[in-house]
T-cell receptor
């Protein structure tokens, strides 16, 4: 079945550091890929998405590129801020698996001033 | 739009009691999802609806859990009887279209069963 694997957290960085959170997936066909973010005490919200190979999703300085050849969708940001501290979830959706998403376990990011 | 609305935000109850969680999706969204989040198990999809019809309830833990969507603007998740292991944050989410569309999450209901 479909699965999403994220790097273990927590990830602790200093402000203005470069961020990478790895995400790889297992799925047949051509899934759509997503990054959701959960700030403390809130529900998840979509950060960015990509629906086909080589697409790059971007939002709020975050980027991720859909790499079919490596089945990856790594999240990057050039300079993190304290306000980026949150839990980040990678997810995939595929037509033949219905209208639901498969989420990774989440990666907690803590940014120090 | 007001976003997805969930109530109550916090619920503390005793083992054996009935618990009802409520959700109002975003108007015009045809899909509604119920999730449960715990430290041990992460985020789990319990059930989802399309146009008020349950499509996949394979994530519902057991018969103590039930969900309904009597109309397009309201859904409930009921636990009867509740147990301490049901303690979790329960999220409702809605989306306009299929898996490629954004899911909008509510703020969640934190349930504590003593």
């Amino acid at each position: 079945g479909d699965s999403v694997t994220q790097m273990e957290g927590p990830v602790t960085l200093s402000e203005e550091a470069f961020l990478t959170i790895n995400c790889t997936y297992t799925a047949t066909g051509y899934p759509s890929l997503f990054w959701y973010v959960q700030y403390p005490g809130e529900g998840l919200q979509l950060l960015l998405k990509a629906t086909k190979a080589d697409d790059k999703g971007s939002n709020k300085g975050f980027e991720a590129t859909y790499r079919k050849e490596t089945t990856s969708f790594h999240l990057e940001k050039g300079s993190v801020q304290v306000s980026d501290s949150a839990v980040y979830f990678c997810a995939l959706g595929r037509k033949s698996s219905g209208d639901k998403l498969t989420f990774g376990t989440g990666t907690r990011l803590a940014v120090r001033p | 739009d007001a976003g997805v609305i969930q109530s109550p935000r916090h619920e503390v109850t005793e083992m054996g009691q009935e618990v009802t969680l409520r959700c109002k999706p975003i108007s015009g969204h045809d899909y509604l999802f119920w999730y449960r989040q715990t430290m041990m198990r992460g985020l789990e999809l319990l059930i989802y609806f399309n146009n008020n019809v349950p499509i996949d309830d394979s994530g519902m833990p057991e018969d103590r859990f039930s969900a309904k969507m009597p109309n397009a603007s309201f859904s409930t998740l009921k636990i009867q009887p509740s147990e301490p292991r049901d303690s979790a944050v329960y999220f409702c989410a809605s989306s306009r279209d299929t898996y490629t569309d954004t899911q909008y999450f509510g703020p969640g209901t934190r349930l504590t069963v003593l």
